[in-house]
């Protein structure tokens, strides 16, 4: 099973259910990057690791992915990027349900902060967000 | 009749021991997650992954990255050694990190651009290992 993929389904599913994320950045939740002509801000996530871990007597237990989420904002001002990572925080942190139509997201914690700033030409981006590490496995 | 019990204390033999032991199994993972994020690296012109370096808190190759990535790529620009938060003297620690300004780009890519991270699957690859290192280590104590 591929748990990155479902862990993707969880969180656009997840970010779409939240009404104060839904009235920051619409609809506008993307596997990195943010697709050219899309507007900001949004929210991005990225897979940087995973793991299968093998239960005794089974091929496969559960899956470990640790995925950055991270709200992208256009401008200097830090306040709404940090909203929209404070907000993914309530969402994801300690969260628990389906994934998708045959796994289940456990457990997910986040690990790290993420905080990343940068300018193209005269515009300014900023990243705020975190590393969550979800467990997934079949339901 | 009489029962005599000593206790002989090696606590202190034990714990002057540790710290090198810890420092041998940093120092290896430290190697270990440098050569996984340099063969994940992208290459293009070299300097990305020329500029990787470890600090295992005795020895630095920072410099020699520096001169590697430059070497590579004139005009890169080189961000500072990362610096840990040190703790007590018994702290074991390092660091493993690439020098050139863009390897945060790459690694986590920016709004607009794919990421194409090579340093934390190294990491989290890394992660075990230590754990079988360090019982290696202190095996025998």
């Given at each position: 099973m591929n748990?990155?993929?479902r862990v993707a389904n969880f969180i656009v599913a997840r970010c779409a259910a939240d009404a104060t994320l839904a009235a920051i950045v619409g609809n506008r939740v993307f596997a990195h990057p943010v697709p050219a002509g899309e507007a900001l801000p949004a929210v991005t996530f990225l897979p940087l690791a995973g793991d299968t871990q093998p239960l005794l007597g089974e091929t496969e237990g559960y899956g470990t992915v640790l995925m950055l989420i991270r709200g992208i904002t256009s401008g200097e001002d830090l306040t709404q990027a940090i909203a929209i990572s404070d907000r993914l925080d309530v969402i994801f942190n300690f969260a628990e349900g389906t994934a998708g139509a045959d796994a289940t997201v456990f457990a997910c914690?986040?690990?790290?902060?993420?905080?990343?700033?940068e300018v193209e030409g005269d515009v300014w981006y900023r990243h705020v967000g975190g590393e969550f590490r979800f467990y997934v496995r079949r339901t | 009749m009489s029962v005599r019990v000593s206790v002989h204390n090696r606590l202190p033999a034990i714990q002057k021991d540790v710290t090198p032991r810890l420092r041998r199994a940093v120092a290896k993972v430290l190697f270990d997650i440098l050569a996984g994020g340099q063969s994940?690296?992208?290459?293009?012109?070299?300097?990305?992954?020329n500029s990787g370096y470890y600090n295992d808190g005795s020895r630095s190759?920072?410099?020699?990255?520096?001169?590697?990535?430059?070497?590579?790529?004139?005009?890169?620009?080189i961000t500072p050694e990362a610096t840990p938060r040190r703790g007590g003297s018994t702290e074991v620690w390092?660091?493993?990190g690439f020098s050139v300004a863009y390897a945060a780009a790459v690694e986590y890519g920016t709004a607009r651009r794919s990421a194409r991270p090579f340093l934390r699957p190294s990491v989290e690859g890394a992660k075990r290992t230590l754990e079988g290192l360090v019982r290696v280590e202190l095996r025998g104590l």
């Open positions: 748990y990155a993929t914690v986040k690990e790290r902060d993420y905080l990343q700033s | 994940r690296a992208p290459i293009d012109t070299g300097a990305l992954v190759t920072y410099g020699k990255a520096v001169t590697a990535a430059r070497a590579r790529r004139a005009n890169a620009g390092g660091t493993v």
